[in-house]
């Protein structure tokens, strides 16, 4: 696959690229089986355009082999941990950033899948991408060499630009464009299946050259990152598909939600209606949805990993695993040992499916550790952050209601604080979503804790 246009999409200051998508614009002969030569005869393309994507992912375990001390440590800590300030790695960086990081301009180890998709001709002879599909796959290894590596923010303005769908030649305006365009199909898709679609600005700090904050600023995903989800997503699901029938497999699930917490969240709704029908006044569109997200989060069950399939429920997959992050998750690594073992040489696993099963418990246990560090770690740099800003005025909408009282998430910077009750001095009805002025009154950094005071 050296010759394939290859190239990588990651955040700007990404260190390890464990993922990589190859195009190329192929024809169609008049058996319908795809042309060894790659010919771009307008006619031919207008007729029946056929793209051949790869979806290329290090080949961690030609590298690691289990059993071995970096395996060992590797399943110990079974993910990588992205803290606000620094990143603690599964695998020791001479793999992770060196010779399994697929930069450009070097050769590089690969697990792949390949997709052969055709794409009818709509209006005007054009490609209609509403209609493509895979006609063909194939799951194998390969040996890739990038040509380029992008952020989301390059990848973004080159589809923002709008570059025209042509075959003509290949280039990276035109792998990005219709990759987009094969993407943007592929995601409305599992929408129109029930997949959930929230999506939550992640937050992000930029520090100075001691570690202390000095600007927090939001990510929200954009086209770039929703191209390579959904290609992750159908690598992911096609590889779940192909080898995990009927053999012990490692599974990503995710569990039906708890069905009287979705009735909470319809209750909540017409509630907030309600009350501020009642207060004779118009409640933020924007808020309410914000604060039906939140709830709609909370009532899902946790995804994890298991050898028995019972589907996942957010992404409306019947089959779905994790296979295209080796170098960060240690169950990634898993499912290519069993790829290697059920489709690649035919050999027998040398795990039982119990064996197999403890290991995705202890899998699911590190992803959840590994989450709850990096929530406490982005509260305490919003501790440090709210340090300097005590005494200081701020709007924000409620995001949590106890009996002592309730949390206020900033608008400007998602700070969380605590209002206590017995600082309110004429109690009022309070609902979810509410927005309100706060104080910032003490930060106790240590705890990462804030406090607030109510302002009428």
């Known amino acids: 696959m050296r010759d394939a246009f290859t190239f990588t999409i990651d955040p700007a200051d990404a260190k390890d690229f464990d993922d990589a998508i190859s195009f190329e614009c192929l024809s169609v002969g008049e058996d319908d089986d795809l042309s060894a030569q790659r010919s ?11 793209y051949q994507i790869g979806v290329h992912i290090a080949d961690v375990s030609f590298y690691v082999r289990p059993n071995t001390d970096v395996d060992d440590e590797a399943y110990k800590r079974g993910t990588s941990v992205y803290l606000v300030d620094r990143v603690i790695p599964m695998l020791p960086e001479e793999l992770s950033n060196d010779k399994c990081s697929l930069r450009p301009g070097e050769d590089k180890l690969c697990m792949s899948v390949i997709f052969t998709f055709e794409v009818p001709a709509g209006n005007h002879g054009k490609p209609d991408f509403n209609a493509a599909k895979v006609i063909k796959h194939k799951i194998c290894r390969t040996v890739i060499r990038s040509d380029a590596r992008l952020n989301y923010d390059e990848a973004q303005q080159i589809i923002d630009s709008g570059a025209a769908h042509t075959c003509a030649k290949t280039n990276l305006a035109e792998a990005i464009c219709t990759l987009n365009a094969i993407a943007q199909k592929l995601r409305a898709e599992r929408i129109a299946n029930g997949a959930l679609t929230i999506e939550q600005e992640e937050v992000r700090f930029k520090l100075d050259d001691k570690g202390n904050p000095v600007d927090i600023y939001f990510e ?5 990152h929703h191209l390579i989800e959904e290609f992750m997503l159908l690598a992911n699901r096609t590889v779940a598909k192909e080898v995990g029938s009927g053999r012990p497999f490692v599974y990503r699930v995710h569990d039906v939600p708890d069905s009287e917490k979705l009735e909470d969240i319809k209750k909540y ?61 240690y169950p990634d690594l898993m ?66 209601i ?12 998602h700070c969380e604080g605590l209002v206590h009750m017995m600082t309110i001095e004429h109690p009022e009805e309070f609902i979810l979503g509410d927005a309100v002025n706060v104080q910032v009154v003490r930060v106790n950094v240590n705890r990462a804790q804030i406090d607030f005071e109510l302002v009428l």
């Open 269 to 329: 709704k017409r509630n907030a209606l309600r009350t501020a029908k009642m207060r004779h006044r118009e409640i933020s569109t924007d808020s309410l949805q914000r604060t039906i997200d939140l709830l709609t989060i909370r009532a899902q069950a946790k995804a994890v990993y298991s050898t028995y399939n019972i589907g996942h429920y957010g992404l409306a997959f019947t089959h779905y695993t994790h296979f295209t992050s080796p170098i960060r998750r």
């Open 402 to 413: 106890t009996d002592f009282g309730f949390f206020v998430q900033l608008d400007q910077t």
């Open 220 to 224: 929200c995903p954009n086209k770039a």
């Open 40 to 50: 771009y005869s307008a006619a031919v393309l207008q007729a029946k355009p056929v």
């Open 335 to 400: 499912v290519h040992r069993l790829v290697e073992k059920y489709i690649l040489t035919g050999k027998k696993i040398s795990l039982t499916r119990e064996e197999l099963e403890e290991k995705c418990e202890h899998c699911s246990a590190c992803e959840q550790d590994a989450a709850q560090a990096e929530r406490d770690s982005v509260k305490l740099f919003q501790a440090i952050w709210m340090k300097e800003h005590v005494g200081e005025v701020l709007p924000g909408h409620i995001s949590g």
